[in-house]
């Protein structure tokens, strides 16, 4: 077996880190994020910490649970990691729902951080 590149090491235990503390409490994603960080959420606009940790942790859904499809990471040329995620998700009784999310992780003092994230649901309107 191939080994895989550091970056996709670091942006696979980061996304599994990340859905696992979303599914459980999403009050604790603050850890990942820093004062500078920025979130879009379906369109609208977070920044820093504390904004991206109440709008995650305001959502209207009391539990979900993520199932990941595929994921995808670069290193970027100012040594950050571009990770894309796409995948399904079930919150409370709702259906199956598919979505995107990207993020930006950069290593700050010796710690990986996410610097931007965006996620969409995957949900077609061609009427």
Known sequence: MVDQPLWEQIGSSFVQHYYQMFD???????????????????GQQFQGKRAIVEKLSS????????????QDHQPTPDCCILSMVVGQLK?????????????????????????????????????
């Open 24 to 42: 459980s409490d999403r009050s604790q994603l603050g850890s990942i994020y820093i004062d500078t960080s920025c979130l879009t959420w379906e």
């Open 59 to 70: 959502l209207p859904f009391t539990k979900i649970a993520h199932s990941i499809t595929a």
């Open 91 to 127: 919150v409370d009784d709702d259906p199956i729902m598919g979505f995107h999310q990207s993020f930006i992780l950069k290593n700050i003092n010796d710690a990986w951080v996410c610097t931007n994230d965006t996620f969409r649901l995957a949900i077609h309107n061609f009427g």
